[in-house]
């Protein structure tokens, strides 16, 4: 990127929906419906921030955090398929697949962003500045209209990034969208990514931070969605509880997202946790669900 007055360049890129991080902890949370598991406690999780600040260490899955990570299993797979193909903002109304740069040069007038950004409609602000020899731009999106046909989206947010070289159009990033995202459909979704690249895009790790079946606030990095036909998707990643920290995700039985309540109604999910920890659930129907750890313990459960 040059240093201008006038111009200003914003690398477009698309998102990877799911992502790899890091979480281990213990207590327990707010779950859907317990059937009377003595071992399960039920603490409400803080969640008053749209982003995740709970534990970064790896989880161990024993029989006080089973149900939890199970429903923090649950949330993930369920947030990864919802997101799949999804675009973002400054993204190019395609499928999200991998890292794709294009820069291209925006004047600092707000309508040069708008017409960049929201090319159907709403508003686009930009604001940028130097700090050393990196630059930071913050465009603010009002009802922002983009893409095409069923790729057609609207949002109201912000897009956030930070570049550690202002002179280098391939720099290392860190991009934030964080805001409600609106589908032509009319499905609305809170959003907030995290996108961070090594110089010449050597490297990169997404996160998304959302809320999840019971409402507690949860993270997913690098979880890939593969639709296996009849509405049945297999998913493996990373996802982290907010007091147990993170497990890494696959799947046993391709699982189902017809239950009228949005969770999986089939299906089988497996996760690991610390110190050669694991677990299961598994969805025998849209009400109920059976958790199964390592150790052999199992138990069945109602949402």
Known sequence: MKDSALTLQVTVIILLLATQGCGGGGGSSDDPTDTGDPTNNDNQDDNTSNTY?????????????AKDLAITAASGVKRA??????????????????????????????????????????????????????????????????????????FTGTYHATYADAESDSSAFTQVIAGRLTTVAGVTREIHHTLSCTEQWRSCTSSSDFNGLDGRLYRETEVAVTEEGNMAYTAEGRIYDPFHGYINVTTGIPFTLECPEGHPGS???????????????????????????????SNTYSW
């Not at 600040?53 to 955090?65: F, N």
């Not at 950004?117 to 009002?142: D, K, M, Q, S």
Request: glycine share 12%; net charge negative; charged share 15%.
């Open 81 to 154: 398929v919802d997101e799949s193909g999804m675009v973002l903002p400054s993204q190019p109304a395609a499928a999200a697949s991998k890292p794709t740069q294009t820069v291209v040069p925006m004047g600092t007038m707000d309508e040069d962003s708008t017409a960049a950004l929201c090319p159907h409609g709403g508003r686009a602000t930009v604001e940028y500045w130097y700090e050393g020899a990196g630059l930071i731009n913050i465009f603010t999106l009002t009802n922002c209209s983009y893409g095409e046909g069923m790729h057609l989206y609207t």
């Open 267 to 297: 299906g089988r999910l497996n996760f690991t946790g610390a110190n050669q920890t694991s677990g299961s659930i598994e969805f025998v129907s849209c009400a109920e669900y059976v958790v199964t750890t390592g150790s052999g313990t």
């Open 53 to 65: 600040t709970g534990s970064e260490t790896q989880a161990v899955v024993d029989e006080t955090s």
